[in-house]
Protein backbone atom coordinates (compact mmCIF):
# COMPACT_ATOMS: atom_id res chain seq x y z
CA UNK A 1 0.00 0.00 0.00
CA UNK A 2 1.43 3.15 -0.79
CA UNK A 3 1.99 5.88 1.68
CA UNK A 4 -0.18 8.24 0.27
CA UNK A 5 -2.86 7.47 -2.11
CA UNK A 6 -4.85 10.12 -3.72
CA UNK A 7 -8.07 10.01 -6.35
CA UNK A 8 -6.24 9.36 -9.94
CA UNK A 9 -6.97 12.24 -11.89
CA UNK A 10 -7.81 14.22 -13.75
CA UNK A 11 -10.66 16.14 -12.95
CA UNK A 12 -11.82 18.12 -15.72
CA UNK A 13 -15.36 20.69 -14.08
CA UNK A 14 -17.31 23.83 -15.26
CA UNK A 15 -16.65 26.94 -13.69
CA UNK A 16 -18.98 27.41 -10.85
CA UNK A 17 -18.68 23.57 -9.90
CA UNK A 18 -18.19 21.82 -6.66
CA UNK A 19 -15.17 19.24 -6.53
CA UNK A 20 -13.62 17.12 -4.07
CA UNK A 21 -10.69 15.31 -3.71
CA UNK A 22 -9.76 12.50 -1.24
CA UNK A 23 -7.09 10.69 0.34
CA UNK A 24 -5.75 7.89 2.45
CA UNK A 25 -3.06 7.93 4.23
CA UNK A 26 -1.19 4.62 6.06
CA UNK A 27 1.31 6.00 8.22
CA UNK A 28 -1.08 5.81 11.98
CA UNK A 29 1.46 7.83 13.87
CA UNK A 30 1.28 11.07 11.05
CA UNK A 31 -0.01 14.00 13.09
CA UNK A 32 0.23 17.09 10.46
CA UNK A 33 -1.37 16.92 7.30
CA UNK A 34 -1.86 19.62 4.81
CA UNK A 35 -2.67 20.49 1.14
CA UNK A 36 -0.45 21.80 -1.58
CA UNK A 37 -1.54 23.37 -4.77
CA UNK A 38 1.46 22.99 -7.31
CA UNK A 39 0.72 25.26 -10.32
CA UNK A 40 2.54 23.45 -14.10
CA UNK A 41 6.64 23.84 -13.32
CA UNK A 42 6.03 25.74 -10.12
CA UNK A 43 6.81 24.86 -6.33
CA UNK A 44 4.03 23.36 -4.35
CA UNK A 45 2.45 26.30 -2.33
CA UNK A 46 0.25 25.35 1.13
CA UNK A 47 -3.18 25.24 0.95
CA UNK A 48 -4.64 24.43 4.12
CA UNK A 49 -3.08 22.66 6.92
CA UNK A 50 -5.71 20.22 8.05
CA UNK A 51 -6.90 19.90 11.61
CA UNK A 52 -9.15 16.95 13.31
CA UNK A 53 -12.14 19.15 13.83
CA UNK A 54 -11.82 20.12 9.87
CA UNK A 55 -11.44 23.33 8.70
CA UNK A 56 -12.28 25.94 6.47
CA UNK A 57 -10.66 29.33 4.01
CA UNK A 58 -13.08 30.58 1.74
CA UNK A 59 -14.05 28.17 -0.92
CA UNK A 60 -12.17 25.34 0.91
CA UNK A 61 -13.29 23.01 3.56
CA UNK A 62 -10.65 20.24 4.85
CA UNK A 63 -11.63 17.27 6.71
CA UNK A 64 -9.68 14.13 8.33
CA UNK A 65 -10.62 11.57 9.55
CA UNK A 66 -8.02 9.62 11.67
CA UNK A 67 -9.93 6.51 12.62
CA UNK A 68 -10.13 6.01 8.58
CA UNK A 69 -6.73 7.83 7.90
CA UNK A 70 -8.74 10.13 5.41
CA UNK A 71 -8.49 13.35 4.30
CA UNK A 72 -10.59 15.13 1.96
CA UNK A 73 -10.41 18.38 0.09
CA UNK A 74 -13.75 19.95 -0.99
CA UNK A 75 -13.76 23.40 -3.30
CA UNK A 76 -16.62 25.14 -3.85
CA UNK A 77 -17.50 27.77 -6.89
CA UNK A 78 -14.98 26.56 -8.72
CA UNK A 79 -12.89 28.98 -10.47
CA UNK A 80 -10.61 29.33 -13.85
CA UNK A 81 -7.50 29.76 -11.13
CA UNK A 82 -8.05 26.64 -9.10
CA UNK A 83 -6.70 25.06 -11.88
CA UNK A 84 -3.69 23.02 -10.64
CA UNK A 85 -2.60 19.85 -9.42
CA UNK A 86 -3.17 19.22 -5.35
CA UNK A 87 -1.06 17.14 -3.29
CA UNK A 88 -2.09 15.75 -0.48
CA UNK A 89 0.86 15.61 2.39
CA UNK A 90 1.57 13.85 5.68
CA UNK A 91 4.45 14.24 7.97
CA UNK A 92 6.05 10.82 8.76
CA UNK A 93 5.18 11.26 12.86
CA UNK A 94 5.04 13.28 16.35
CA UNK A 95 7.61 16.13 15.98
CA UNK A 96 8.68 15.20 12.39
CA UNK A 97 9.39 17.74 9.04
CA UNK A 98 9.79 14.95 6.85
CA UNK A 99 6.43 15.18 4.56
CA UNK A 100 5.48 12.50 2.13
CA UNK A 101 3.67 13.31 -0.78
CA UNK A 102 0.91 11.74 -2.69
CA UNK A 103 1.34 11.59 -6.09
CA UNK A 104 -1.36 14.74 -6.88
CA UNK A 105 -4.95 14.89 -8.58
CA UNK A 106 -4.80 17.52 -11.21
CA UNK A 107 -7.56 20.03 -11.85
CA UNK A 108 -9.09 21.58 -14.70
CA UNK A 109 -11.42 24.27 -14.41
CA UNK A 110 -13.41 24.86 -17.82
CA UNK A 111 -15.08 28.10 -18.90
CA UNK B 1 9.35 38.88 3.24
CA UNK B 2 11.29 37.06 1.44
CA UNK B 3 10.13 33.45 0.75
CA UNK B 4 12.56 30.66 0.33
CA UNK B 5 15.04 30.99 -2.31
CA UNK B 6 16.98 28.67 -4.45
CA UNK B 7 19.78 29.00 -6.65
CA UNK B 8 20.97 27.99 -9.49
CA UNK B 9 17.01 28.12 -11.24
CA UNK B 10 18.44 25.77 -13.90
CA UNK B 11 21.42 23.46 -14.37
CA UNK B 12 22.80 20.91 -16.64
CA UNK B 13 25.61 18.63 -16.30
CA UNK B 14 26.82 15.54 -17.76
CA UNK B 15 26.94 12.10 -15.82
CA UNK B 16 29.76 11.21 -13.53
CA UNK B 17 30.02 15.10 -12.62
CA UNK B 18 29.19 16.69 -9.33
CA UNK B 19 26.55 19.35 -8.50
CA UNK B 20 25.82 21.69 -5.87
CA UNK B 21 22.84 23.31 -4.87
CA UNK B 22 21.81 26.50 -2.49
CA UNK B 23 19.10 27.27 -0.45
CA UNK B 24 18.33 30.38 1.82
CA UNK B 25 15.36 29.42 4.32
CA UNK B 26 12.84 32.24 5.28
CA UNK B 27 13.72 34.74 7.69
CA UNK B 28 13.79 33.24 11.36
CA UNK B 29 13.29 29.60 10.06
CA UNK B 30 16.03 27.19 11.08
CA UNK B 31 14.92 24.17 9.52
CA UNK B 32 15.45 23.28 6.17
CA UNK B 33 14.43 20.38 4.01
CA UNK B 34 15.07 19.00 0.92
CA UNK B 35 12.66 17.06 -1.80
CA UNK B 36 13.30 15.57 -5.04
CA UNK B 37 10.50 15.74 -7.31
CA UNK B 38 10.40 14.07 -11.46
CA UNK B 39 7.83 14.69 -13.29
CA UNK B 40 4.33 13.23 -12.62
CA UNK B 41 5.22 12.24 -8.92
CA UNK B 42 5.11 13.99 -6.18
CA UNK B 43 8.20 15.89 -4.16
CA UNK B 44 10.51 12.52 -2.68
CA UNK B 45 12.25 13.58 1.14
CA UNK B 46 15.97 13.50 0.52
CA UNK B 47 17.09 15.54 3.74
CA UNK B 48 15.91 17.65 7.09
CA UNK B 49 18.74 20.07 8.76
CA UNK B 50 17.50 21.59 11.97
CA UNK B 51 19.76 24.24 13.71
CA UNK B 52 23.08 22.77 11.44
CA UNK B 53 22.38 18.96 12.35
CA UNK B 54 20.99 16.34 10.29
CA UNK B 55 16.95 15.13 11.54
CA UNK B 56 16.08 13.21 8.89
CA UNK B 57 16.80 11.12 5.70
CA UNK B 58 15.11 9.67 3.01
CA UNK B 59 16.06 6.54 1.11
CA UNK B 60 18.82 8.26 -1.56
CA UNK B 61 22.04 6.85 -1.81
CA UNK B 62 25.25 8.11 -0.22
CA UNK B 63 25.99 10.09 -3.11
CA UNK B 64 23.20 12.90 -1.78
CA UNK B 65 24.39 14.90 0.78
CA UNK B 66 23.35 18.11 2.70
CA UNK B 67 24.76 20.56 5.40
CA UNK B 68 23.44 23.66 7.08
CA UNK B 69 25.49 26.64 7.96
CA UNK B 70 25.01 28.74 10.98
CA UNK B 71 22.82 31.52 9.02
CA UNK B 72 20.11 28.14 8.20
CA UNK B 73 20.94 28.28 4.86
CA UNK B 74 21.93 24.99 2.91
CA UNK B 75 23.56 23.42 -0.01
CA UNK B 76 23.01 19.84 -1.14
CA UNK B 77 25.68 18.05 -3.06
CA UNK B 78 25.25 15.26 -5.60
CA UNK B 79 28.20 13.37 -6.76
CA UNK B 80 28.59 10.75 -9.71
CA UNK B 81 24.91 12.14 -11.47
CA UNK B 82 23.07 9.62 -13.25
CA UNK B 83 20.55 10.25 -15.53
CA UNK B 84 17.83 9.50 -13.51
CA UNK B 85 18.66 12.41 -10.99
CA UNK B 86 17.18 14.83 -13.46
CA UNK B 87 14.30 16.49 -11.42
CA UNK B 88 13.06 19.65 -9.94
CA UNK B 89 14.97 19.66 -6.55
CA UNK B 90 12.90 21.14 -3.74
CA UNK B 91 14.03 23.39 -0.76
CA UNK B 92 11.63 23.96 2.03
CA UNK B 93 11.78 25.99 5.19
CA UNK B 94 9.44 25.37 8.32
CA UNK B 95 7.45 26.82 10.79
CA UNK B 96 6.41 25.26 13.68
CA UNK B 97 2.52 25.97 14.40
CA UNK B 98 1.78 23.79 17.41
CA UNK B 99 1.90 20.09 16.20
CA UNK B 100 2.12 21.05 12.96
CA UNK B 101 4.97 22.17 10.91
CA UNK B 102 3.90 23.67 8.03
CA UNK B 103 6.91 24.49 5.67
CA UNK B 104 6.79 26.70 2.22
CA UNK B 105 9.04 25.86 -0.80
CA UNK B 106 11.37 27.55 -3.08
CA UNK B 107 11.02 27.81 -6.66
CA UNK B 108 13.34 25.16 -6.58
CA UNK B 109 16.61 24.26 -8.80
CA UNK B 110 15.69 22.29 -12.39
CA UNK B 111 18.56 19.48 -12.74
CA UNK B 112 18.82 18.02 -16.20
CA UNK B 113 21.86 15.48 -16.46
CA UNK B 114 22.73 14.67 -20.08
Known amino acids: RKEVEQDPGPFNVPEGATVAFNCTYSNSASQSFFWYRQDCRKEPKLLMS???SGNEDGRFTAQLNRASQYISLLIRDSKLSDSATYLC????????????FGKGTKLSVIP | DAGVTQSPTHLIKTRGQQVTLRCSPISGHKSVSWYQQVLGQGPQFIFQYYEKEERGRGNFPDRFSARQFPNYSSELNVNALLLGDSALYLC?????????????FGPGTRLTVT
Open chain 1, 50 to 52: VYS
Open chain 2, 92 to 104: ASSLRRGYSYEQY
Open chain 1, 89 to 100: VVNSGAGSYQLT
